[in-house]
């Protein structure tokens, strides 16, 4: 499990919130859960606007790569 700590933090902005308005907001950037059965699944984990990680459709996102500055902002935030 450590290994996949080491990995760089992922991100992803979202691209469709129908049926979870509440949950996600469409332009918005998210942190990645790594969990390889919801990859294998078609999911994505991701933490929500509730500020808990929930799997969705991953077709519902697209996967960025953030500057290290950026990066250290995303995670910075609350």
């Keep these: 499990?450590?290994?996949e700590q080491?990995?760089?933090n992922q991100?992803?902005?979202c691209l469709n919130n129908e049926g979870y308005k509440a949950s996600l907001e469409v332009g918005?950037?998210?942190r990645v859960i790594v969990?390889?059965?919801a990859s294998a699944n078609g999911l994505i984990r991701v933490i929500d606007?509730?500020?808990?990680d929930y799997a969705f459709s991953a077709n519902r996102f697209y996967p960025i790569e953030v500057p290290k500055p950026v990066e250290e902002v995303?995670?910075?935030v609350d």
């Excluded at 606007?49 to 808990?52: H, I, L, M, N």
């Design 74 to 76: 995303l995670l910075s």
């Design 28 to 30: 918005k950037i998210y």
């Design 11 to 13: 991100f992803a902005v």
């Design 35 to 37: 969990d390889e059965e």
């Design 6 to 8: 080491a990995q760089s």
């Design 49 to 52: 606007e509730s500020g808990e």
């Design 1 to 3: 499990m450590k290994t």
